[in-house]
């Protein structure tokens, strides 16, 4: 059964901690998404690689934010330090190939710093 | 700047009832346009999606329709069942007949469904 798998599926720590969110995309698929959801901005795209390359990761607050591909098996979201804002549930999905079509999601790592 | 809205965060429809969802969207360089169905604790997933050189898609129970010249696409879903009642996505994404454009899917907030028994 095919599927996006997201570590941890819940993380409470505090505020200035380091924060590592770990994905493996679906097998063979070459095109990784990281995305964020809030309530009151709904599904944000934070960054995403194709091939292990990042291509954008224009959505990402880059001066605590990182995100890495370190195989093609691997994807790794970190935030450092966090802050209370960054609480939120964030998403990997994976596509593979081509420009459109629909995204495989994992269940999310729901992230609560205090 | 919000470029796919959906400006209902929620609706309540009767069991058997139409249930319509609402998507409106802002950049003219969207081409392609999905709906994705998210339950409690699970990832978002794929329902049904629509091109611009259609106006309708079908898929049992749901139909998409878009209106290019409104930037306007509405899902539809007959009958409401029970397990329906979920948070509905609308997506887009541009440059599939114009070149151009960029991968990943721009959301909106998401409207949640309660069919009511």
């Known amino acids: 059964d095919a599927r996006v798998t997201q570590t941890p599926r819940h993380k409470v720590t505090e505020m200035g901690q380091e924060v590592t969110m770990r994905c493996q995309p679906i097998?063979?698929?070459?095109?990784v998404f990281w995305y964020r959801q809030t309530m009151m901005q709904g599904l944000e795209l934070l960054a995403y690689f194709r091939n292990r390359a990042p291509l954008d990761d224009s959505g990402m607050p880059k001066d605590r934010f990182s995100a890495e591909m370190p195989d093609a098996t691997l994807a790794t979201l970190k935030i450092q330090p966090s802050e209370p804002r960054d609480s939120a549930v964030y998403f990997c999905?994976?596509?593979?190939?081509?420009?459109?079509?629909?995204?495989?999601f994992g269940e999310g790592s729901r992230l609560t710093v205090l | 700047d919000q470029q796919v809205k959906q400006n209902s965060p929620s609706l309540s429809v009767q069991e058997g009832r139409i249930s319509i969802l609402n998507c409106d969207y802002t950049?003219?360089?969207?081409?392609?346009f999905l709906w994705y169905k998210k339950y409690p604790a699970e990832g978002p997933t794929f329902l049904i999606s629509?091109?611009?050189?259609?106006d309708k898609n079908e898929d049992g129970r749901f139909t998409v329709f878009l209106n290019k010249s409104a930037k306007h696409l509405s899902l539809h879903i007959v009958p409401s069942q029970p397990g329906d009642s979920a948070v509905y996505f609308c997506?887009?994404?541009?440059?599939?007949?114009?070149?151009?454009?960029?991968?990943?899917?721009?959301f909106g907030k998401g409207t949640h469904l309660i069919i009511q028994p």
């Open positions: 950049n003219s360089m969207f081409d392609y």
């Open positions: 999905a994976s596509r593979l190939g081509s420009l459109h079509g629909e995204l495989f």
């Open positions: 097998l063979g698929h070459n095109t």
């Open positions: 629509i091109s611009s050189i259609k």
């Open positions: 997506a887009a994404s541009a440059g599939m007949y114009s070149g151009g454009g960029a991968d990943g899917l721009t």
